[in-house]
């Protein structure tokens, strides 16, 4: 897919030494199409590095996206210089009175606190509420996934006895979804997390379903009867070494912290990790943007029609 992205951002050069195409604004202003219109809502500390991760994955179509990054006024980033975020990011304000063909809300390194007690977490509701009347389809990533499980369906979240932390087998439940269509029987995601939700809690809200699932790492990826709303518990966006760069930082501070599970040769940290999860983390964003946004979404996006959300 070419993504429309400002010249000078700095996932740029990394995404075109990986031979991904990227197009540059003047480029496409010459394009008689319309192009899909695509917010990320970054929640993640080390923005630079997840715009690089997400675009990478959003880059893997013929359709043309336009990507709009936004991020919470309610919160100042420590990790993320403010001349980026100056430069490349805006505000819910700013795009309050707009419509996107698909928003994409990420995870969040916050999921140890209670929901109510995140800084910005009144400015995530007023997000997350707009999404159902002017945002066609949403896909909400890890921390992002339990957050909006939360608010739209009262779902809570619970601790784990130790971090989900590694590379685990998944299963197909709903083998009809669009989302999983094209994918193996046996597939693999990175989680990295502290918390979850629970299956009887999921099975039990009206209009949610489970389509895929791990026997050790819980429910992955849930959708809502619109077909619209997807909530997927795992990281596919991770490159090769975050999982390794987790690990290591966690050392570092005295964390208790286990190898990521089938991530090292030999679970050994001192060997180069395994890289099995690329393909179906490529065909799950291309799914979503293909079968579930351009597929379905109405030309004129002041015709999106609201989900409405069954509690």
């Not at 951002?9 to 219109?37: C, G, S, W, Y």
């Not at 989302?179 to 693999?188: A, K, L, Q, S």
């Not at 209009?207 to 990281?235: K, N, P, Q, Y």
Request: aromatic content about 12%; hydrophobic content about 35%.
């Amino acid at each position: 897919m070419p993504i429309n992205i400002p010249d000078n951002l700095p996932a740029v050069p990394e995404l075109r030494k990986e031979n991904i195409f990227v197009m540059t604004d003047e480029t496409a202003a010459h394009q008689d199409i319309r192009p899909l219109r695509i917010a990320i809502l970054n929640l993640m500390p080390k923005k630079i590095q997840t715009e690089t991760q997400l675009l990478r994955l959003l880059s893997n179509t013929p359709i043309q996206v336009d990507i709009e990054f936004l991020q919470t006024a309610s919160h100042v980033s420590k990790n993320t210089p403010v001349k980026h975020l100056n430069k490349f990011y805006t505000v819910f304000e700013d795009v309050k009175d707009k419509r996107f063909d698909g928003l994409i809300i990420t995870g969040a390194p916050v999921e140890q606190l209670e929901f109510e007690q995140v800084d910005y977490w009144q400015e995530l509701c007023d997000i997350m509420d707009w999404s159902l009347t002017h945002v066609f389809s949403t896909f909400h990533i890890c921390w992002g996934a339990q957050a909006a499980l939360y608010h739209h369906f009262g779902i809570q979240k619970y601790p784990l006895p130790k971090k989900m932390f590694g590379i685990f087998p998944h299963k197909i439940e709903k083998p009809m979804s669009t989302i999983v269509r094209g994918f193996d029987e046996t597939f693999y995601v990175p989680h990295s997390r502290h918390t979850c939700q629970r299956r009887e809690d999921i099975e039990k809200a009206k209009g949610l379903e489970i389509i895929t699932s791990s026997d050790m790492a819980g429910v992955h990826i849930i959708g809502d009867i619109s077909g619209r709303l997807f909530f997927v518990t795992g990281h596919s966006e991770y490159d090769r070494f975050t999982l390794r760069e987790e690990y290591f930082r966690d050392v570092e501070k005295g964390l208790p912290i286990s190898v990521p599970y089938g991530y090292f040769p030999y679970d050994d940290p001192g060997q180069p990790p395994h890289f099995n999860w690329r393909c179906h983390a490529n065909l799950m964003f291309s799914n979503w943007l293909n079968y579930c946004v351009y597929q379905e979404t109405p030309y004129d996006l002041e015709n999106i029609t609201p989900i409405n959300i069954e509690r």
